[in-house]
């Protein structure tokens, strides 16, 4: 099989040299087929009404974080979707307002809770409260991260929703994990 390093200098050859429709035309082809890669990423978006228009804000930009890293040649290639969005939410309006484009952007959205779209011994929601530790990604698993952002530090949010429901949680220092296998510093919150 062709390697992740073998990928990148693939991909920086074939970008060198060539026109900005081009480079946004391989960069379409990378996110079509990164929605259909795995592990699935989903991010929940049901905190939204636990959070300010400011941390609403904030969420948009990570999510925004999320999709411009699979624009990049990645090590690990993932299938970001975001869950229990809502149409006319506060941040569907953000991003309609504030992201020109976004309606054309290859992320999978859908109403439906996490808990109610994939099965539950399939999901690992990743929270810093968990006392679990991700050591490894299995690409048959669906990671959720919670789409919340707490400017004021609501410790337990997302694990106590996954305790009542029986959902396996996990924490890891550094959510970048997800799409590469060498860490860097990030700024991602979950």
């Known amino acids: 099989g062709i390697n992740a390093e073998y990928g990148k200098q693939w991909y920086q050859r074939r970008v060198r040299g060539i026109s900005k429709m081009d480079r946004i035309s391989l960069e379409r082809e990378r996110l079509k087929l990164c929605s259909i890669c795995k592990p699935v990423i989903a991010i929940d978006c049901s905190y939204e009404s636990l959070m300010s228009q400011k941390e609403v804000n904030k969420l948009r930009n990570q999510i925004l974080r999320c999709y411009s890293l699979l624009k990049a040649p990645l090590d690990r290639p993932v299938n970001l979707q975001l869950a229990s969005f809502q149409n006319n939410s506060i941040l569907s309006n953000s991003f309609e ?10 992320i999978t959205k859908f109403p439906e809770t996490v808990f109610e779209k994939f099965d539950k011994h399939h999901l690992v929601y990743l929270t810093p409260d968990s006392p679990n530790t991700l050591e490894e990604i299995d690409p048959e698993k669906t990671y959720v991260i ?8 609501k410790r337990n949010t997302s694990l106590s929703r996954c305790t009542s429901r ?4 996990a924490a890891f ?11 860097q510093a990030s700024s991602f919150n979950y």
């Open 173 to 183: 220092a550094n959510p970048r994990v997800l799409f590469q296998s060498q860490p």
């Open 146 to 153: 919670g789409g919340f952002v707490d400017d004021n530090i």
């Open 97 to 106: 307002e504030k992201t020109p484009g976004f309606s054309r952007m290859q």
């Open 166 to 169: 029986d959902i396996m949680t």
